[in-house]
């Protein structure tokens, strides 16, 4: 009989008890976030911005699971009793590479008071009006959104986790990337070649470092960031300037996603966390590419994601349906003129040449067959895994990653 690692690789073997006490109440929550935004780190305060001053105020899209109903109220209250009106202050949802939200959508990541008494702009990284701030040391160079970088004062809403070549979410990349031109975000996003640009990596991480240098070209004042458990829950808030924000929650990070690994497995069940993390295959891909850390080569990966909105990039598909194999892709890649897109592929290719990958989902199987991965519909999921585990000695090492996106498996050395 095979033997089932009993050790689930995710948040519960990485959070400790102590940890766990820090969920607070919603109320606690927010009695903590008017604490951190009227004691930044290494910002200014608040109330040193000018009263007739134009405040661009950075958010995520709805691929990003970030609690805007409960971090921007008490950011909106701090400016409203500094005399800040809502006209001054304008949200812009940074789409990155994705297709903008409609207004129809705006509900989903804000609600209903600030959508009727803010102005929301979707950002579009093809047709927004662009400012050049130059290039980086590496570059890079830097097209963002003219309106948002024109505003006298600029801020980030997010995240901070895991991100499988980022390093880190959150920062300044809710700007550096979300709202910043197509070629901007190709030519940063090529370096994902780089062994360095991993998930918990910084300081060496060259795409990460070069985040850093455009939000400062940008000058982004202020980050209001997150760190929040597998659940959603909220853990600990930040704010204040951008690096310091991110110095400051990044320990917290790697003692909850951070999980010690002692080996390899023959088989990896992964879930990329839920919805949004598998609301297309775009993002679901990040659980697989944590769950091909620790796979054996000609290992199993079984990728479980739903896939609502299907592939979730044009270019992606296009790009995949245009070769004749992953091994084609991993091949003809550095050969080619990066783009947004076609990186998806390179990815889910490096995994898909050394292991073998089942995709359990509710997209159509000719779908998931034209992409060169194997399809496996959720009535059939139990099925696959006992063949698997059939052609499978019975001392095969198992591995279960509920929430593959978050989670950083890392290997101990011996």
């Known amino acids: 009989m095979v033997k089932l690692i009993s050790a689930y690789i995710y948040q519960k073997t990485a959070i400790s008890k102590s940890l766990r006490h820090a969920i607070v109440s919603t109320k606690k929550i927010v009695d903590q976030l008017h604490r951190v935004i009227d004691m930044p780190l290494a910002a200014l305060s608040l109330a040193t911005i000018r009263k007739n001053a134009k405040i661009a105020i950075a958010i995520n899209d709805k691929t990003r699971p970030v609690p805007n109903s409960l971090l921007l109220p008490p950011l909106l209250d701090k400016l409203s009793v500094l005399g800040f009106r809502a006209s001054q202050i304008t949200f812009f949802i940074a789409s990155g590479t994705h297709t903008p939200m409609l207004k129809e959508e705006f509900s989903l990541i804000l609600p209903e008071d600030i959508i009727r008494d803010y102005q929301v702009v979707a950002h579009d990284c093809d047709n927004a009006a662009m400012l050049d701030l130059g290039q980086t040391s590496r570059g890079t160079p830097i097209l963002v959104n003219a309106a948002y970088a024109r505003a006298d004062v600029k801020m980030v809403v997010g995240n901070i986790e895991p991100h499988h070549f980022m390093g880190y979410s959150g920062g300044v990349k809710s700007a550096a990337i979300g709202l910043t031109s197509r070629e901007t975000i190709n030519r940063n996003h090529a370096m994902l070649t780089d062994i360095q640009a991993v998930s918990g990596s910084f300081n060496q991480n060259p795409m990460r470092q070069d985040v850093e240098e455009i939000g400062q070209r940008i000058k982004v004042n202020y980050a209001l960031n997150t760190v929040m458990d597998q659940n959603k829950q909220v853990l600990d808030v930040f704010f204040g300037e951008p690096l310091a924000v991110m110095q400051a929650a990044i320990p917290l990070v790697n003692r909850i996603y951070k999980v010690p690994v002692e080996q390899h497995y023959d088989l990896v069940i992964v879930s990329p966390g839920g919805h949004p993390k598998d609301i297309n295959l775009y993002q679901a891909q990040k659980g697989l590419t944590h769950a091909a850390r620790i796979t054996k080569d000609n290992g199993w990966i079984i990728l479980l994601a739903a896939c609502p909105e299907g592939v979730g990039s044009d270019h992606f598909e ?37 292991t073998q990958i089942i995709l359990v989902t509710d997209m159509p199987e000719e779908v998931v067959k ?17 063949h698997i585990l059939e052609s499978l000695p019975s001392s095969s090492p198992i591995a279960l990653m509920p929430m593959g996106t978050t989670t950083i498996p890392t290997l101990k050395t011996k």
């Open 318 to 354: 296009a790009y995949v349906h245009s070769k004749n194999s992953y091994k084609q892709i991993l091949a003809d890649f550095s050969t080619e003129t990066f783009s947004v897109g076609p990186h998806k592929a390179f990815q889910i290719a490096r995994d898909a040449v050394r």
């Open 370 to 386: 034209g992409l060169y991965l194997e399809p496996c519909s959720p009535k059939q999921v139990n099925a696959k895994i006992a």
